[in-house]
């Protein structure tokens, strides 16, 4: 159904091919996941599928991609979209309508469909998906998570052969993810659609793959197989995998059923070798906690020679009985929260529970109804922005939303400048989280991953001592993940608080020393991490769930046990 027929594409202005010598077919009714490191292709490729390479971006493809026959490059995107549905990482650039309704309508519409067939899609999409409650919403009010549900109800309202989806559980709490993955099952399996899906959370999708392709590194030629014969190469993996080629299992397992089922052995070993010192559900044992010696990383040693900040006061950020409305939504109601020096908390909880609202409190973008927030003793909605950035940084669930210059290198500069730090600290800071960002890219043309470290490193230059981060895994491997981990660590041992939004429960059990878990505008649980989330199903991590009752939470823990 697509066929890749020995194809490259090279951008403008690159020295060589972003991706080269791909060739592989997805068969009809098959779904196949594309998987890689940050920045390795994955968006380039699954563009040239729907067309938008190079018809949109610019650039040269060599080699023939064809999608039911058609030639994406002869053929622009407007006529395949009878065939495609795409779904792109960025959701709000690809929508059309004002309401949720007329944007699942809308592709129909075009396609010419008969108003009861287009009534009866948009009713069962609303259904399928969670929607009915916010038909009639602008989509400009709906949480990240909501945008994400409609922008893919979008291309399924006219039942397109072939869906082409860039992480489309990217910006999905744990249950909608299982629930949206569920419905893309049921058309691979019901209606012979045929998926092409890349992904970064494998944990959350590699048990649907019937093939997966890798693309291992920049410009290398993708390997094609199994989901388990690849993920014993490849250098991206989920937690299960893991736990899996730390302990030999063989075959690896690749999903918690099968992980569990061989783990009698390894339970016990840990039981044995760890003793007294394996972590209890009432302890928040790790990640290490908040008084930690300062860590001596690169990037310790460069935020120290910045700019240095008034010393923290006890508490970084207060809320007290915090209510938030938003148009008609009450989205926070009775509210309390403190965030000490030096401690990561990890707030989760469904989407449009409330999370990028309470970040938003606290940075000062929206106003209490009632009770009060103060971060270094200042209330932020009252608070000069010069002012402010020097209290409290906000990387927000669309990086692209903090980036104006044109190149790296100046967005970088105008950090430096802002924050008052010495020339070079916003850029040494982005090549430590991700390396290999070429200075004169314009922030448009970074792969998500890149533009996420981009924007990252311009809130870290001001050195905020309350840093919040909305969803701040999108687009990032496993890799650039534990350097972020690495990154934030190194920046609680040195006293900054850290709040992060996050539906990325690996992330939460890796470097949270506390979970909060809001409920529709509540708080319904706040406490140490290992605690919060061995009790809930939903937002326990891979490595729980297969050692419960052991409260092991990281294939790092499991490892450093058995060293
Ligand atoms: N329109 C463009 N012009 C120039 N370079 C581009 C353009 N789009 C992408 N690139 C570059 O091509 C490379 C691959 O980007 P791509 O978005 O395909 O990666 P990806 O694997 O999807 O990344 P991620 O996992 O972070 O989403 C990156 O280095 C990126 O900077
Ligand atoms: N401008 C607005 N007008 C009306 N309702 C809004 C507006 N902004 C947000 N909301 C609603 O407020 C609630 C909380 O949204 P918020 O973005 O804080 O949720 P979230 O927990 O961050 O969700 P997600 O996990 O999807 O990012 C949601 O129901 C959302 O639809």
Redesign the pocket.
């Known amino acids: 159904m697509i066929r890749f027929e020995d194809v490259s594409v090279t951008?403008?202005?690159?020295a060589e091919p972003?991706v080269r010598g791909v060739d592989f077919e997805v068969p009809e009714g098959e779904l196949v996941l594309l998987v890689?490191?940050?920045?390795?292709?994955?968006?380039?490729?699954l563009g040239a599928v729907s067309g938008l390479v190079p018809h949109f971006?610019?650039?040269t493809l060599r080699g023939r991609v064809t999608v039911a026959g058609r030639d994406t490059r002869t053929h622009k995107p407007r006529e395949l979209a009878d065939v495609v549905g795409t779904v792109g990482?960025d959701p709000l650039s690809h929508f059309v309508t004002d309401t949720v309704e007329d944007e699942l309508a809308y592709g129909m519409e075009s396609l010419g469909l008969a108003p009861d067939v287009m009534r009866r899609r948009v009713e069962e999409t609303l259904d399928l998906l969670g929607l009915a409650a916010l038909r009639d919403r602008p989509i400009a009010t709906l949480s990240g998570g909501q945008q994400q549900r409609v922008a893919i109800g979008s291309v399924l309202t006219p039942h397109p052969r072939v869906l082409v989806l860039?992480?489309p559980t990217s910006a999905l709490d744990p249950a909608a993810a299982e629930e949206v993955l569920a419905v893309l099952q049921r058309l691979v399996h019901d209606l012979g659609t045929t998926v092409l899906m890349?992904e970064?959370r494998l944990e959350r999708v590699i048990q649907y793959a019937d093939q997966v392709v890798l693309?291992p590194s920049?410009g290398a030629a993708p390997l094609l197989g199994t989901p388990s014969e690849v993920m014993a190469v490849s250098p991206v993996y989920p937690p299960v995998v893991g736990l899996g080629r730390l302990a030999d299992w063989s075959p690896l397992p690749l999903t918690v059923r099968d992980a569990r089922r061989r783990a009698g052995a390894l339970r016990e070993g840990l039981a044995e070798v760890a003793g007294d010192t394996a972590p209890r559900a009432d302890s928040a044992v790790i990640p290490p906690s908040p008084s930690r010696p300062h860590s001596t990383s690169r990037l310790s040693r460069l935020l120290r020679r910045a700019t240095p900040t008034a010393p923290a006061p006890a508490q970084t950020a207060v809320i007290e009985s915090l209510a938030v409305r938003r148009g008609r939504v009450e989205a926070l109601r009775r509210v309390d929260l403190t965030a000490a020096p030096g401690e990561a908390i990890a707030l989760m909880g469904r989407n449009g529970a409330g999370k990028s609202t309470l970040l938003g409190a606290l940075v000062g973008l929206v106003e209490p109804a009632a009770g009060s927030v103060r971060v270094g003793g200042a209330v932020p909605h009252r608070t000069a922005p010069r002012e402010l950035i020097r209290r409290v940084g906000l990387v927000p669930q669309e990086p692209r939303d903090l980036l104006y210059a044109d190149t790296v290198t100046a967005e970088c500069a105008a950090a430096d400048h802002d924050a008052g730090a010495e020339p070079g600290t916003c850029r040494a800071l982005v090549s430590e989280l991700l390396p290999g960002i070429a200075d004169d890219?314009h922030p448009r043309?970074?792969?998500?991953?890149?533009r996420l470290a981009l924007a990252l490193a311009v809130v870290l230059t001001a050195r905020p001592p309350l840093l919040l981060l909305d969803e701040p895994t999108r687009?990032?491997?496993y890799a650039a993940k534990a350097r972020l981990v690495t990154v934030l660590r190194g920046l609680a041992a040195e006293g900054h608080a850290i709040v992060l939004a996050t539906h990325d429960v690996e992330l939460a059990a890796d470097l949270a020393h506390r979970v909060v878990i809001l409920a529709d505008g509540e708080i319904v649980a706040d406490g140490p991490t290992a605690e919060v989330v061995v009790a809930s199903p939903s937002f326990a991590p891979q490595v729980t769930k297969v050692l419960a009752p052991q409260p092991w939470l990281t294939v790092a823990q499991v490892r450093n046990a058995l060293s």
């Open positions: 951008y403008d202005g690159a972003t890689g490191p940050s920045g390795v292709g994955k968006s380039t490729v971006t610019g650039g990482q860039d992480e890349a970064h693309l920049p890219t043309d970074l792969s998500e991953g890149q687009g990032l491997d």
